[in-house]
């Protein structure tokens, strides 16, 4: 079955890997403890309204975007509500849509 195109935003990827790769670069360019940038904070708003628990995720609003670890010792990013709340969330759900 050929692959599917996506749309995070408005940037187009041809497959759902290739949307996940570009994502998991971004990642990749930060350390545990920084603040995500306002341009890769723009693309992590778009990928996690297609998270399946968006709603829930989002909450209050989003203030910013923050790398902190994760479960086994791996890094993720964290939505930081302008309540003062955070939470996780797995750039995996955002682009195939599971839990």
Same mark, same amino acid.
């Given at each position: 079955?050929?692959?599917?195109?996506?749309?995070?935003?408005?940037?187009?990827?041809?497959?759902?890997? /290739?949307?996940?790769?570009?994502?998991?670069?971004?990642?990749?360019?930060?350390?545990?403890?920084?603040?995500?940038?306002?341009? /890769?904070?723009?693309?992590?708003?778009?990928?996690?309204?297609?998270?399946?628990?968006?709603?829930?995720?989002?909450?209050?609003?989003?203030?910013?975007?923050?790398?902190?670890?994760? /479960?086994?010792?791996?890094?993720?990013?964290?939505?930081?509500?302008?309540?003062?709340?955070?939470?996780?969330?797995?750039?995996?759900?955002?682009?195939?849509?599971?839990?």
């Amino acid at each position: 079955m050929p692959s599917k195109p996506i749309m995070i935003g408005a940037l187009k990827f041809p497959s759902r890997g /290739d949307a996940y790769a570009f994502l998991k670069g971004i990642l990749s360019r930060y350390d545990v403890g920084d603040k995500v940038n306002a341009a /890769d904070s723009a693309i992590l708003r778009d990928a996690l309204a297609l998270h399946p628990e968006s709603t829930a995720k989002i909450d209050s609003g989003i203030q910013s975007f923050s790398v902190r670890t994760a /479960d086994f010792g791996t890094k993720c990013f964290w939505v930081n509500r302008v309540d003062g709340s955070t939470e996780k969330f797995a750039l995996r759900a955002c682009v195939y849509g599971d839990k």
